[in-house]
């Protein structure tokens, strides 16, 4: 039997940490024996028995001296779930099995996201020649990638299934009355490329005065109080744009999007669009701006797509350097987006039933699933893995 160990975030409610887990769902599906790392932490999951032990190793620049033998990696295929940035601070300074990997320059599949076209990351750079292949979520980033790197480059999409929701009144548990719409982004992943603040001047257009029926919700976590004062700023004073910060259960956040009228997204890249793709599972319609990685599933049939015009980043933020090639979404057909989906419920259901349909169509962990495998196993039977004596 073919054996891969999944290296990820599992436990971090972060967008890589969320779909590290969506990969192992998928791979429950397959005929692999699948082992799970917690990546960061240093922790070993044996997958049968539910065991969580720690692993003690000590690294430091990549790790002693102990051969792949001592350390599990021979003979198995390594498939680590994170973008080489954190990978690299994994190996220097957390996890003596991935140090030893980078060290000994063991192939290994990395399944990275990119949401730029002009270039990739300095990091990525690093570890060519060491990792097998590449594994994006979108056609958009292989795309974007692919001219910059020496390796196959695979798509592989996230892997999205329904949730089972008890509670979806949001509003209700925040005592309010009506319906939302509903955003969510991780200041982590970049202030100007989730725009918030192109949303609110959206929904500012869809009401110029404020709703008494229809509330804006952005969920938010991982921003700054400057950040936040920008959000606030754009709003003003409205009562029906309401900011939420922090973290929420997994049955929250799910029932906070299943409970909305629709979910708005006008991103200026997307290297998938997890959150896009969570909402169109649960039937909620989606409004997004029709660029990049999202077009892998969303369509003008089962979705909003929001008109845009090519930007450039005019200066560096975070990873993403000045010049970096974008999308400015037309707020004025995002404004009509979000009016025609509060104005027809009838509309907003029958866009997000299509839209469920093709999400689950497209993307069920078992057709996912089987992706993976089929490129787990052409690795481990092609790729000079190295093994024991």
């Known amino acids: 039997m073919v054996t891969v ?18 990969t192992l769902e998928a791979l429950a599906t397959t005929g692999l024996h699948v082992e799970p790392f917690e990546l960061a932490q240093g922790l070993t999951a044996t997958p049968h028995s539910g065991h969580i032990s720690t692993d003690k190793e000590s690294t430091e620049s990549f790790g002693a001296p102990e051969r792949l033998a001592a350390t599990g990696l021979d003979g198995t295929v390594q498939l680590i779930h994170t973008n080489p940035d954190h990978l690299l601070d994994c190996a220097r ?122 509330t804006l919700i952005i969920k938010v976590k991982n921003i700054s109080a400057s950040q936040v004062n920008q959000i606030s700023g754009a709003a003003g004073d409205r009562p029906d744009i309401l900011i939420l910060r922090g973290l929420l259960s997994t049955e929250d956040l799910y029932g906070l999007i299943s409970g909305a009228r629709a979910y708005v997204s006008l991103h200026r890249s997307e290297g998938f669009g997890l959150t896009l793709a969570e909402a169109m599972a649960q039937g909620i319609p ?77 993307l069920g962990p078992q057709r996912v699933g089987a992706m993976m495998e089929a490129r787990i196993r052409l690795v481990h039977k092609y790729l000079r893995i190295p093994r024991k004596a």
Not at 5 to 22: E, K, P
Not at 168 to 192: E, V
Request: glycine residues 8%.
């Open 5 to 22: 160990q999944v290296h990820g975030d599992f436990t971090h409610a972060t967008g890589l940490g969320v779909a590290a887990s969506r």
């Open 93 to 214: 300074t957390n996890t003596g099995r991935v140090a030893a990997l980078i060290r000994e320059r063991y192939p290994f599949i990395g399944y990275w996201a990119w949401e730029a076209e002009s270039g990739i990351p300095a990091s990525w750079e690093r570890l060519f020649g060491r990792v097998a292949e590449i594994w994006v979520p979108s056609h958009f980033v292989a795309r974007a990638v692919a001219h910059f790197v020496p390796c196959p480059v695979i798509c592989i999409p996230h892997p999205i299934k329904p949730r089972a929701i008890k509670d979806t009144d949001f509003l209700r548990r925040l005592g309010r009355q009506g319906c939302y719409f509903l955003s969510i982004f991780d200041g982590l992943s970049g202030f100007s490329r989730k725009n918030p603040l192109g949303l609110v001047r959206a929904w500012l257009m869809a009401f110029p005065k404020p709703s008494n029926n229809f």
């Open 286 to 362: 989606v409004i997004g701006t029709g660029y990049s990685g999202n077009l892998d599933f969303m369509t003008r049939e089962n979705s909003l797509l929001v008109d845009y015009k090519p930007t450039q980043l005019l200066n560096d933020e975070g990873y993403y350097k000045r010049g970096t090639q974008w999308a400015e979404p037309v707020l004025e057909n995002a404004a009509t987006h979000i009016l025609s989906l509060a104005n027809n419920p009838t509309l907003a259901a029958q866009i997000g039933e299509k839209g469920r349909k093709a999400v689950l169509e497209t």
